[in-house]
């Protein structure tokens, strides 16, 4: 994959000459209330890749077998994502603690995580995730591959710049899940929504539900205690059915 450095391109004017603020890409924990861990930067790209599994039976004398399909392979999501805490010569704080880790966490084992989707007992494992970018578009997936490269450190050795390559599997086939509404996006058993100014738990069960009422599932389902206090760009949940 082609070296990317960060995405500064202008905002998109809007019809009275203004810019709209380009939404930044998140990568959402879904196993541990949906923490959201907001990218720097922008990827520059990312590619996507997807394969079949296809299988030739026997055929004596002729050049091409039939072929039986095997079923399809999960499709995978794959990017570089930019890092950047430097400051000058001082008071530059270290990019792992600041900001990789946390990325680099969802690709370990959580012993806690210990039960597959059919609720057997299982090992533990990572975390389920969802790379979004916008309220438009999202990857259900888990990492299979990360990697870390430190470009630039302060005087002492500390890394200030780092560059992560990240391979995300898909988990959830989007295509047999409708969503349910304009600002959400499907994931395993439930929708995505992207908190904006105004919201509220009532105005969000409503979009979702058609009731109001039924608030208290979204509320629930996301651990929210101060259910009255909802940032913009905070990522919710909506359980499928409440």
């Given at each position: 994959?082609?070296?990317?450095?960060?995405?500064?391109?202008?905002?998109?004017?809007?019809?009275n000459?203004?810019?709209?603020?380009l939404p930044?890409?998140?990568?959402?924990?879904?196993?541990?209330?949906?923490?959201?861990?907001?990218?720097?930067?922008?990827?520059?790209?990312?590619?996507?890749k997807?394969?079949n599994?296809?299988?030739?039976?026997?055929a004596p004398g002729?050049?091409?077998?039939?072929?039986?399909?095997?079923?399809?392979?999960?499709e995978s999501?794959?990017?570089?994502?930019?890092?950047?805490?430097?400051?000058g010569?001082h008071?530059?704080?270290?990019?792992?603690?600041?900001?990789?880790?946390?990325?680099?966490a969802?690709?370990?084992?959580?012993?806690?995580?210990?039960?597959?989707?059919l609720?057997?007992?299982?090992?533990?494992?990572?975390?389920?995730?969802?790379?979004?970018?916008?309220?438009q578009?999202s990857f259900?997936?888990?990492?299979?591959?990360?990697?870390?490269?430190?470009?630039l450190?302060?005087?002492d050795?500390?890394?200030?710049?780092?560059?992560?390559?990240?391979?995300?599997q898909?988990?959830?086939?989007?295509k047999?899940?409708?969503?349910?509404?304009?600002?959400?996006?499907?994931?395993?058993?439930?929708?995505?929504?992207?908190?904006?100014?105004?919201?509220?738990?009532?105005?969000?069960?409503?979009e979702?539900?058609?009731?109001?009422?039924?608030?208290?599932?979204i509320?629930?389902?996301?651990?929210l205690?101060?259910?009255?206090?909802?940032?913009?760009?905070?990522i919710?949940?909506i359980?499928?059915s409440?």
């Amino acid at each position: 994959m082609p070296k990317n450095t960060p995405n500064l391109s202008p905002a998109p004017p809007t019809p009275n000459g203004a810019s709209l603020p380009l939404p930044k890409a998140t990568i959402v924990d879904l196993d541990h209330g949906h923490k959201t861990i907001e990218c720097m930067f922008n990827p520059k790209e990312y590619s996507i890749k997807k394969s079949n599994k296809w299988g030739g039976q026997g055929a004596p004398g002729k050049n091409v077998p039939k072929q039986q399909f095997g079923g399809g392979d999960p499709e995978s999501l794959t990017l570089q994502l930019m890092f950047d805490t430097y400051v000058g010569a001082h008071g530059s704080k270290d990019v792992r603690t600041e900001y990789t880790n946390k990325i680099w966490a969802l690709a370990q084992v959580d012993p806690k995580l210990n039960k597959d989707d059919l609720g057997n007992k299982k090992l533990g494992r990572p975390p389920k995730v969802c790379f979004q970018w916008g309220p438009q578009w999202s990857f259900t997936a888990v990492i299979t591959s990360i990697s870390q490269k430190f470009t630039l450190f302060s005087a002492d050795g500390t890394p200030v710049r780092a560059t992560l390559d990240v391979t995300f599997q898909q988990v959830i086939d989007d295509k047999s899940k409708p969503k349910t509404n304009p600002t959400s996006g499907g994931v395993g058993g439930e929708s995505l929504w992207t908190v904006k100014d105004g919201d509220t738990l009532a105005s969000i069960a409503y979009e979702s539900y058609g009731d109001a009422t039924r608030w208290r599932a979204i509320a629930n389902a996301n651990r929210l205690t101060r259910v009255r206090d909802l940032r913009p760009g905070t990522i919710l949940g909506i359980p499928v059915s409440a």
